[in-house]
């Protein structure tokens, strides 16, 4: 069976303050894709990444940094000099890499809000 | 690329009506899938389309809800006898078909019953 975590409900901070949005995640398999989506309050879910379990390089783009920590089991994401358009719910998901399954199970998601 | 749509946005409906929703993919993905999210949650799975082939189906999705996709193009996903706990947003999201790939999502239906 596999599990998402996303501990933090909601989170507040203000403008160009950083944030960490937690992700720990469980799972038998030894390949595996993670993936983080944004929920504006629009309510489409956008695509922000996708990673391999093989790859345990950070990545950053532009304010967004992922921290890929196999070892326990984390994929945390960090928005860097956030700002308001950064509220949204963020989802943290996890999919197995073989078997022919192509259903991610998603966290709950964590509310970031970003004062002005 | 006009993105994953979704019709209708929202629905109102009364307790045993039935109900359909419509999802129009990104034109190129094979894939399609629905969710149902309610307040507080992340996405819930209720099945998954490649082309026009059904490939898997949610504990969650009840003899109540059926959904096709006919000629691998659009999708419908119908609800009969509606619940008062049905009551949530339907989301519809399309991928390619290379490995796992990341989905694109559309905009949800939200569902109200009463």
């Known amino acids: 069976a596999q599990k998402v975590t996303q501990a933090q409900t909601e989170i507040s901070v203000v403008e160009k303050e950083d944030v960490t949005l937690d992700c720990v995640y469980e799972?038998?398999?030894?390949?595996?894709?993670l993936f983080w989506y944004k929920q504006p309050p629009s309510g489409e879910l956008v695509f922000l990444i996708r990673?391999?379990?093989?790859?345990?390089q950070n990545e950053i783009s532009g304010r967004y940094s992922w921290n890929f920590q196999k070892s326990t089991s984390s994929f945390n994401f960090t928005i860097t000099a956030s700002q308001v358009v950064d509220s949204a719910v963020y989802f943290c998901?996890?999919?197995?890499?073989?078997?022919?399954?192509?259903?991610?199970?998603f966290g709950r998601g964590t509310s970031l809000i970003v004062h002005p | 690329d006009t993105g994953v749509s979704q019709n209708p946005r929202h629905k109102i409906t009364k307790r045993g009506q039935n109900v359909t929703f419509r999802c129009d993919p990104i034109s190129e993905h094979n894939r399609l899938y629905w969710y149902r999210q309610t307040l507080g949650q992340g996405p819930e799975f209720l099945t998954y389309f490649q082309n026009e082939a059904q490939l898997e189906k949610s504990r969650l999705l009840s003899d109540r809800f059926s959904a096709e996709r006919p000629k691998g193009s659009f999708s419908t996903l119908e609800i009969q006898r509606t619940e008062q706990g049905d009551s949530a947003m339907y989301l519809c999201a399309s991928s390619l078909a290379q490995g796992v790939s990341e989905q694109y999502f559309g905009p949800g239906t939200r569902l109200t019953v009463t």
């Open positions: 990673r391999n379990s093989f790859d345990e």
């Open positions: 799972t038998r398999d030894t390949t595996y894709y």
């Open positions: 998901a996890l999919n197995r890499a073989s078997g022919g399954s192509y259903i991610p199970t």
